[in-house]
C-alpha cells in the first residue's frame, strides 16, 4: 500500500493534509481531554459495523451533554470516505469529538463549537502467529473513573495500565476493579469459557461496551454457546477453560496466558476458534 500526500485528515470542517491538520491549543480536548472518540475498522477499504460505532458515539456525546458538530448520517459519510483518501484497505478509522477551542475554564464554556476529526490510518496488525498460540496477559489494578461506559479520550488510565502490560512482555493488561471483579482490557473486553460456558462483565459503568463484544455475544447465541454476563474474580480468569479479549483492532485474541499461568490448555481452545472463526465469517458476510 502507497500513502499518498493527499488531504486526509478532516478537522475544522474540510479535508487537509498532515501539516495543516492542527488544533488550538485551548482546544479542551488537548487542555482537558474534554471529549470522546470511536476507532472503526476497515476491511478492504469498507468500514465495519459503521452504524454501531456511529450510535456509541452519539451516546458518548449525550453522556457528556455534548454535540455534535454534524449530523450522524454526515459523520458516517466522512467515515467512509477516509480510508479512500489515504488509500487504506486495511486499517481503522479514527473519530474524536471535542467540547472545541475556548479559554480555558473548567466548567463548559458558552462560545465553544464542538470540533470534529476524522481520519483513516492503515492497521498495525498484531502478529498473526497471536492468534494460532494465543498470547498473554497480566492483570493489574482497575484505576479508571466511574463513567467506563462512556468512550472519552481520558485514556491515561489505560495507557499506564498498557505500558504496564508491554514492560512485563504481555500484549494485553486486565483490569481488575476492587470490589468488582475482572471488568476488560485496557483497550478490549475480556471473555472467559467454563465447562462450555462464555462469561463476560456486564454492560455497566464498569466496562465499555464493545461493538465487537457484542457482535461476539451474537455470534455465540447463534451457535448456541450459552452465555453469561457477570463479573467474574480473577481467580476464576485464571481457573477458566479458555479465555480472549476482543476489539475493533484485535478482533477476537485468545489467550494463552495470563501472569504467566496458562489458561486452560495455554492454547486457544475449541469455544474460542468457534467464535474467531464465526467473526471473520461475519466481516466477510458484511463487506463482501
Ligand atoms: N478500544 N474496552 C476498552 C477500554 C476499549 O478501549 C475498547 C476499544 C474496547 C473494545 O471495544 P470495540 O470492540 O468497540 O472496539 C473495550 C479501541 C479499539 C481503541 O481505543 O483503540
Not at 485514556?155 to 512485563?168: D, G, H, I, V
Not at 465499555?208 to 451474537?218: A, K, M, N
Amino acid at each position: 500500500m502507497t500513502l499518498s500526500n493527499a488531504d486526509y485528515i478532516f478537522v475544522n470542517g474540510k479535508w487537509v493534509g498532515p501539516g495543516e491538520a492542527l488544533v488550538p491549543v485551548e482546544d479542551r480536548g488537548y487542555q482537558l481531554a474534554d471529549g470522546v472518540y470511536e476507532v472503526v475498522r476497515v476491511y478492504g477499504g469498507r468500514a465495519f459495523a459503521l452504524q454501531p460505532h456511529l450510535d456509541r458515539l452519539a451516546r458518548s456525546a449525550a453522556e457528556l451533554e455534548m454535540d455534535l458538530p454534524l449530523t450522524l448520517d454526515e459523520v458516517g459519510a466522512l467515515v467512509k470516505e477516509a480510508p479512500g483518501r489515504r488509500g487504506v484497505e486495511d486499517g481503522q478509522v479514527y473519530i474524536q469529538v471535542t467540547r472545541g477551542a475556548a479559554p480555558r475554564v473548567h466548567h463548559f464554556p458558552e462560545d465553544a463549537r464542538p470540533s470534529l476529526v476524522v481520519y483513516a490510518s492503515p492497521l498495525r496488525r498484531q502478529p498473526a502467529a497471536l492468534y494460532e498460540t494465543g498470547a498473554d496477559a497480566v492483570v493489574v489494578p482497575d484505576e479508571r473513573w466511574l463513567r467506563c461506559d462512556i468512550k472519552s479520550i481520558n485514556l491515561l488510565p489505560n495507557a499506564l495500565a498498557k505500558e504496564k502490560a508491554r514492560r512485563a512482555g504481555a500484549l494485553e493488561a486486565l483490569l481488575l476493579r476492587e470490589g468488582v471483579g475482572m471488568t476488560e482490557g485496557s483497550s478490549s473486553n475480556l471473555f472467559i469459557v467454563r465447562d462450555g460456558r462464555l462469561e463476560t462483565a456486564p454492560a455497566s459503568r464498569w466496562i465499555l461496551r464493545g461493538i465487537t463484544r457484542d457482535i461476539v455475544l451474537e455470534l455465540a447465541a447463534q451457535a448456541h454457546i450459552p452465555a453469561a454476563e457477570r463479573f467474574f474474580s480473577k481467580e476464576e480468569l485464571l481457573s477458566a477453560d479458555e479465555a480472549f479479549v476482543t476489539s475493533t483492532t484485535m478482533e477476537v485474541m485468545p489467550l494463552a496466558r495470563v501472569d504467566g499461568q496458562a489458561i486452560g490448555a495455554g492454547r486457544p481452545g475449541p469455544v474460542t476458534k468457534t467464535l474467531m472463526a464465526a467473526f471473520r465469517e461475519r466481516v466477510r458476510a458484511e463487506i463482501g
